[in-house]
């Protein structure tokens, strides 16, 4: 099985193997050079650029898996429509360390992101939210 992976980095080992043992995965597809720019870095604006998000989502088959991760608002519109495709959608679960040290009159913050699972998108049924 493929795995299209769409995260502001690349597959770890430890993720590859969780994605092989948990769901047959064999081979991790990235997005363009150019997609993979554009989605590190994200227009801040209100306005939608969708159209290397459209040619990269007319590539995918249903008969795969994804991971995506990033942006909010963007990814909750490649999640949907990878979903309504019919695909299982996942996102990388992480334990933060996080440290802070003064420096003068400024604060420097290091985060160590360390891969716990991958939890799937799911849809709520009608009637769950109260």
Not at 102 to 128: L, M, Q, W
Request: net charge negative; with cysteine.
């Amino acid at each position: 099985m493929k795995c299209y992976w769409l995260m502001n980095h690349a597959c770890t080992d430890e993720q590859f193997n969780e994605l092989n043992n948990c769901f047959g995965v064999s081979e991790v597809i990235y997005p363009s050079e150019e997609l993979k720019k554009f989605w590190s870095n994200l227009p801040c604006s209100t306005e939608y650029d969708l159209d290397l998000i459209f040619e990269w989502l007319e590539k995918i088959t249903s008969e795969a898996i994804a991971v995506v991760q990033g942006d909010s608002t963007y990814s909750f519109y490649v999640v949907n429509a990878l979903m309504d495709k019919g695909m299982r959608v996942f996102a990388a679960v992480t334990h933060r360390d996080v440290s802070e040290i003064e420096c003068g009159n400024a604060t420097k913050i290091t985060r160590v992101f360390s891969h716990i699972a991958f939890r799937e998108y799911i849809r709520p049924e009608k009637g769950d939210a109260k």
